[in-house]
């Protein structure tokens, strides 16, 4: 494949998450659709697929991947209500997290024929864009042991704190879902699941570290810059 793949961005806004996951799932089908079909035709027949990078803010909602264990969801249904908050159980891997305002959620749908055929490579790649932005803003963090996402003080195990989740499905090298970046999330809404699975490690946000409200939109372009840098990719705007 090319040595710098091309990636079309588009910026969703807010959008409801069971909106969105039907937008990642169409798209995703017709990625591998492509690549399936390409199978059968010359190389000079095949249709290019197209790699999409989605950036969105979800309106209160729980989603618990496939290792996940219900329990780690603390609220019933009339607590969901009382909170304004949806639940789903997806097809991601990971187990449970919350989505909200003020938080960057990215979904990159890539077919990593065009990038590596490695998903441990691929899930480190996430982390390095989101540690970089957050050296950007004066925020030193890295990764945890044994722990995907990016974490503050993750060298002192009594103090590491979530800034990043990460959660994702891999089917013939096409990538959905991602990650969950706390830039100036509600961290109250956290406090009604384990996040992750882990009981015993808190999670942190930009505004809580700086202290000081962050402009998300200064944020988002910094994302994106890192991770086309990283992943070595062009941006096209949708």
Not at 62 to 72: D, I, R
């Amino acid at each position: 494949m090319s040595s710098k793949a091309r990636v079309i961005f588009t910026d969703l806004g807010t959008m409801d998450y069971k909106e969105c996951w039907d937008l990642q799932e169409r798209v995703f089908a017709e990625t591998i659709a492509i690549k399936t079909g390409n199978r059968n035709l010359p190389e000079n027949e095949q249709i290019p697929s197209q790699n999409h990078l989605y950036f969105v803010e979800h309106p209160h909602v729980y989603t618990l991947g496939k290792s996940g264990k219900m329990e780690h969801l603390l609220l019933s249904v009339q607590g969901l209500e009382e909170k304004g908050a949806r639940f789903y159980k997806i097809n991601r891997g990971g187990d449970i997290t919350y989505h909200g305002p003020g938080q960057i959620v990215a979904y990159p749908i890539f077919d990593l024929d065009y990038f590596f055929s490695d998903i441990h490579k691929y899930l480190r790649y996430l982390e390095e864009a989101v540690i970089r932005c957050l050296a950007d803003f004066g925020i030193f963090a890295g990764r945890y042991e044994g722990y995907t996402g990016v974490w503050i003080d993750p060298e002192i195990p009594k103090k590491a704190r979530k800034i990043c989740a990460m959660g994702v499905k891999c089917s013939r090298w096409v990538t959905m879902h991602g990650l969950a970046f706390n830039v100036h999330s509600n961290m109250d809404y956290f406090k009604n699941i384990v996040p992750c699975g882990i009981d015993d490690k808190a999670v942190t946000s930009m505004e809580l570290e700086l202290g000081v409200k962050i402009d998300i939109e200064k944020v988002k372009a910094r994302l994106l810059s890192h991770l086309a840098s990283v992943f070595k990719f062009d941006v096209f705007r949708n």
